[in-house]
Structure formats: C-alpha cells, structure tokens
C-alpha cells in the first residue's frame, strides 16, 4: 500500500512561471520528508527536505510546504528553468531517515 | 568525487541465472540501501544496512539478498534470475538516515 502518493505523473509549465508539485502521505508517524531530483540515466539527487516540525523551508528557487493536517507537502520552483524538467519525487520517513518511502515521480517538463 | 559506484551500469541475464550487482560509497557513511525503480511505480526500497553489520528487509525483498561486506561496500544478490526482476536499480549511502546520496543505477533485464 502506496503510503507517499504523487497523484499527478506529469506536470508542464512555462519558463519563468511557478511549478508546484504535489504530495500527499497516509502515515501520521512520518516525520521527515525530502523531495529528489532525477534526469534520464542518472540517480535520483537530493534537492530539499522538511522537518515535521516545521511548515516551510526555502533554498534559492526551491520552497517546500507542510500541511500536517491534511498530510500533504508541495514543492514549489519559482521562476521555472528549463534545466529544471526531470522526475520529481517525494519521500517520507517515520525513523530519522531510514528506510525512505518514495512516492512514484511526478514529470516535470519547463518548455521555454 | 566519486560517491556512489555500481557496477555493471548494465546487464542481461537469462531466467534462472544468478548475478551480484556491486555497490560502493567512498563518503565513509554508515548507512546503505537498494532500490528499485519500475516504470508506474517509484522507488521501493529491497533492503538496506543501517550500519555496517546490520541489514534489514525493505519493501521488496523476496528474491534478493545483501551482504554488507565492510563499511563501504554493499551488494545485491539474485539467486535465481525472473524476468519481475528486471529493472533499474538504485544503491544508495547516507552519514546515518537522512541526505541519501544515489549512485547512477544498474539496469537490468531478465529475459
């Protein structure tokens, strides 16, 4: 049973607009969560991460959002590149990080 | 700067063939991990070693097992090749839980 969930496999946007990119989770014990980066042939690349205890966190371009109410997180990327079209995914943790659980990738396409 | 090295980066097997798929970090972290990635269906986590001389069942494991050789290296085992083994598998190493950092994956198929 899918316990991090990206209901949307793909999501296209125009450079220099805002992507927001969706996730929602079953497990109330989770208390860690990361989004990653993957290109074509490559390993996924960790891009920014969020502590239960906290609703926001910023890096440059890349904003990630809490709701623990509703069990969900978005990632936002503002202004979008076309570098940034890859495979995004969200992961969750209940144990300081082991053993992530990943959602199954939401598609990015920035078209100039 | 390497990271995360697996060998091979690609291979065949036929049904019933075994394989070990390599896998070592030079970060000297004390955690590691295989994933696999099916198309539809993310990242699922097969096993992984929270320290050197511990390993523990993922998602995933029926089919694999893993030997955590020494701090640095962590293998993966296919006794007996299927072709619901073919994918593209994912190592990973992580100073102890969190900031995953991925090698580039093996691709495997299984005919």
């Known amino acids: 049973d899918q316990q991090v969930k990206q209901n949307s496999p793909s999501l296209s946007v125009q450079e220099g607009r805002i992507s927001i990119l969706n996730c929602d989770y079953t497990?109330?014990?989770?208390?860690?969560f990361l989004w990653y980066k993957k290109y074509p042939a490559e390993g996924p690349t960790f891009l920014i991460s969020?502590?239960?205890?906290?609703d926001k966190n910023e890096d440059g371009r890349f904003t990630v959002f809490l709701n623990k109410s509703a069990k969900h997180l978005s990632l936002h990327i503002v202004p979008s590149q076309p570098g940034d079209s890859a495979v995004y995914f969200c992961a969750a943790s209940e144990n300081s990080g082991y053993a992530l659980n990943f959602g199954k990738g939401t598609s990015l396409l920035v078209t100039p | 700067n390497a990271g995360v090295t697996q060998t091979p980066k690609f291979q065949v097997l036929k049904t019933g063939q075994s394989m070990t798929l390599q896998c070592a970090q030079d970060m000297n972290h004390n955690s590691m991990y295989w994933y696999r990635q099916d198309p539809g269906m993310g990242l699922r986590l097969i096993y992984y070693?929270?320290?050197?001389?511990?390993?523990d069942k993922g998602e995933v494991p029926n089919g694999y097992n893993v030997s955590r050789l020494n701090k640095r290296e962590f293998s993966l085992r296919l006794e007996s090749a299927a072709p619901s083994q073919t994918s593209v598998y994912f190592c990973?190493?992580?100073?102890?839980?969190?900031?995953?950092?991925f090698g580039s994956g093996t691709r495997l198929t299984v005919v």
């Open positions: 497990n109330s014990m989770f208390d860690y």
């Open positions: 969020i502590s239960s205890i906290k």
């Open positions: 070693s929270a320290s050197e001389g511990t390993t």
């Open positions: 990973a190493s992580s100073p102890a839980g969190y900031g995953y950092t």
